[in-house]
């Protein structure tokens, strides 16, 4: 069947949809507990109805966008065009990640909900930040299509709870969102209100005496059914298997939207979120990824000072999401949001051994202050048109981002630590010498416009864009300004064929600017836009005879001005190359078994400078996973168990390869319990448990440098009380 016939099916299906309200399709997206429950037939005919609606072309109804967050097998993203489109039918790679996925597994962060997602490193567990790398260079955070506020350290730090779902959109993605590293994006999707009203209550208990309560509750006004609510928030107090760091947390969020018709939508968005918390250890590399003849470091070993090491962040974001249909087939969209992050650490960190030793490590007391802001907004037009049998999907927009960031950072010397034996006490210099202290601003504004064809079986998809940028820094020790500006032009083409048997190969080209925020922390110099651009070659797969995604990808990536993190310095290399392959299934079977995997293979190289012919920094060259959930039916009904590997291979720390991390594999498990199944009046109640790291392996994740590593997460147990209503 072609696009046309099939959007030609929805309206019809809208229809029926509203006349079965309650119904298996309602029942499907709302309740996938209930699909248990319909006979084999019915449930059959009604999945084969849903993916009709989804995978024949583009939708943005409501029920569709909430398909998107629902099951374990995605079928749309709107990532890729800024509107709700098939992945079938996407010219490019994108991986989601649901909120069923997110549950599943109980992801702790975004750096865990990525596990198993291929081209994608985030090894590092650490409460100040999610250390994200897409395709070999650092992965942006966007939410709800907005650049979130992000300075040299101030990262913002999402919670998986509060977010509908992951999109990751490979590969440049400048010619429609701007300022994008080469690699890609991740849009974060925040939890709206659905029109409908119910709740949950999560009580939670797990290593390291994590105790966590969790609430999501929405609704709509009574008597009102135009204004519907939602509102989540999380509230923790945790150790981590470090000595004397914790990890406390408390975020919250609000949605309010206002729906007067089918054709216009408000929603108001606000988050709020506070860590009160360590940071992982900078431990030396000898005794970690090294051999030390007094072995292995202990996992939780405190190289800092119990009495002086703190962090403490806090990120808040306000905004609005409005969309309007104009009766002649013209629909605007407009989003706003201001969003900040405060960073504030003070910590003794250590720096490697000392000179012919295996025990003293060498240390440094740092004081980082860092908060940024940023306010954007993207306001764009689009309209459907048909010009014979060709369908014409056009979008054309402008945004605005102005962020401004504040960061000094100080170094105090302090007294060297036995790494396996550590005295504490040393006091720390109330004089602290100013390593960097400036500020600095990015404007930038783009206009973009995007045809997206369809005709017959071929999609094509083309979008070019104009972005002025500036950027002043001042630096505060030398009295000095820097100011950078200019414009510049990005550009994508997607061609893609989706064969009636399933198969949809395609070609894109994309390219990639970004003007970045900091300084090379060796030389105080301003930081020079980084450009990329990428060749992808790739086929989809999406059998009419089972529910299920294959995706196989193969890519040719290239940036000038590359930033590395090369030890405690942040600095410009020139020109890097990644090539690559990328593997993803995911099927979810019809007797109650979901399978996922996927395999990346990333060949990095820097092309010029020092380290020319070298490896880049924190790219692993192999990455596999897979993980497999079943739900019980029958006598075990209500039963859900979960397991998964995941295997990282070599991953440099330095661009001169002069110490590797990698090849370990990790076991992951979960269950749950859904006492609803045999009891009515149990009806919403259930038990979770996740273990990560199930065999409590020793592996280190990272090194940053020659001399600075982290251990790996250890084996973390989690217990969940849920109730739904």
Known sequence: MSLHSHVMLLPTIRHLRKALLGSVLISMAASPTLFATLSPALAQEAEKTLQTIVIGGEDNSLETQENASRGLVPLTSSAAG??????????????????????????????????????????????????????????????????????????PKMDPYMLDRLEILKGPAAALYG???????????????????????????????????????????????????????????????????????????????????DQTKLTLLATAAADDAGSAQFLPSQGTALPNPNGKIPRSTFLGEPG????????????YLFDHSFDNGVKISSKLRWSSVDYDLQTVRGFGMMPNSNTLVTRRAVKIDDLTEAFGTDNSLRYDLDTGAINHKLLAG?????????????????????????????????????????????????????????????ELMLTARNDWYETKTFDKLKKTHQKTSGNHQTYRAGLLYAFDNGLSPYISYATSFEPVVGVNTRTREAFKPTEGKQIEVGVKYAPSFINGLFTLTAFNLQQENTIVSDGIHRVQIGESEVKGIELEGQVDLENGLTLKASYAYLDSQIKQGTNKGKKLPYVANHQ??????????????????????RYTGEVFGTTSNTIATGKDAIVDAGMSYDFGAKSKALEGASLQLNVTNLFDKDYVSLCTGTTECYWGEGRNIRGSLVYKW
Do not use: C
């Not at 800024?82 to 992801?107: C, M």
């Not at 650092?138 to 040299?152: I, N, T």
């Not at 080469?182 to 939670?204: C, F």
């Not at 396996?420 to 004089?431: K, M």
């Open 179 to 261: 300022q994008i590293p080469p690699g890609g994006l991740m849009n974060l999707v925040s939890k709206r209100p659905t029109g409908k009203n119910g709740g949950e209550l999560r009580l939670q208990y797990g290593s390291n005496n994590r105790k966590q309560i969790m609430a999501d509750i929405q609704g709509t006004v009574p008597q009102n059914d135009s204004i519907a609510y939602r509102i989540a928030g999380a509230f923790r107090k945790a150790d981590t298997e470090i000595d004397f760091t914790n990890d406390d947390h408390m975020v919250g969020s609000a949605a309010i939207s206002y729906t007067p018709s």
């Open 308 to 319: 002086f090491d703190d962090f403490r962040s806090q990120q808040y974001s306000l905004g």
């Open 624 to 645: 596999a996973s897979i993980w497999a959930n079943y739900a019980f039916s029958g006598a075990l009904d209500g039963l859900d168990v979960n397991a998964g590997i």
């Open 82 to 155: 800024k509107s709700n489109k098939a992945l079938i039918r996407t010219p490019q790679a994108v991986n989601v990640i649901t909120a069923t996925q997110l549950e599943k597994q109980d992801a702790e962060s975004i750096t865990a909900a990525i596990g198993y997602t291929p081209g994608i490193l985030g090894t590092i567990s650490d409460p100040r930040a999610d250390w994200i790398r897409i395709r070999g260079f650092s992965g942006v955070e966007y939410l709800d299509g907005l650049k979130f506020a992000r300075g040299a350290y101030a990262w």
């Open 398 to 458: 402008i945004d605005y981002l102005h962020q401004k960031s504040n960061l000094s950072l100080a170094v105090s010397p302090m007294a060297p630590i036995d790494a396996y034996n550590p005295v504490y006490g040393n006091p720390v210099s109330p004089f602290f010498f100013t390593l960097l202290s400036n500020k600095q601003t990015l404007k930038q504004a783009g206009l973009y416009a995007q045809d997206q064809i369809s005709w017959n079986n071929w």
